[in-house]
């Protein structure tokens, strides 16, 4: 039976897990939230009284990787595609770029201030490298007054855990995939910690590209897209 199941993460503030429609939700009620925004409209380090936007971002084609993020309305879509480039998608230092409407929509300059792009509701499309395209739908969640929660632009508030894929040979958890058999043949063959080290000596003799690990990115095994997929602040 070919079921998918949803990709879940936590809330940041209070720690619990949900999928990434949950917390859409629920990061609009919650008490801890609530408090650590409280705490950081009091502190004028933090940055002028300003809309800050709650985005939930995922990946176009599954929707199995996701944030949601908390943006300053001062900052500029710049701040977005660099922080989508650290935890998500840079390799080759590939052109990118935000449109509404998508492929054929027209685009918007990376120096337009978040405030002046967005409205709740409003989905905008990024699109990192036009050779092997990255494609990720941004959504306007909600908006509120007041100073961010830190001093960078953006605050993760949420990502979905890692996708949970079964070993090619047994049923354990992969944690491996072979990069070998993908640049080679174009097969993805994920394996476990033994079946890795089974296939790389009995099937690989040349060491070259081997095992690499899984990584939280929707652009995993894209071009030369091999991780780490971490957040830059
Ligand atoms: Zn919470
Ligand atoms: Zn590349
Ligand atoms: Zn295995
Ligand atoms: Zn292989």
Redesign the pocket.
Known sequence: MARRKQTRGSCVFCGREMTKGGLSRHLKSCTKRTEAIETANLQIKNGPVQPIYHLQLQDVWGGSYWLHLEIQGEATLKALDDYLRAIWLECCGHLSQFSIGGWSGDEIPMNRKIKHVFTPGLTLTHIYDFGTPSETLIKAVDVRQGRPLTQHPIFLMARNKLPEVRCSECDKLARWW?T??WIEMGEW?PLCDRHAEE?RTE??DNDEYGMSPFVNSPRMGMCGYYGPAEPPY
């Open positions: 072979c070998e058999c063959v296939h099937e690989h």
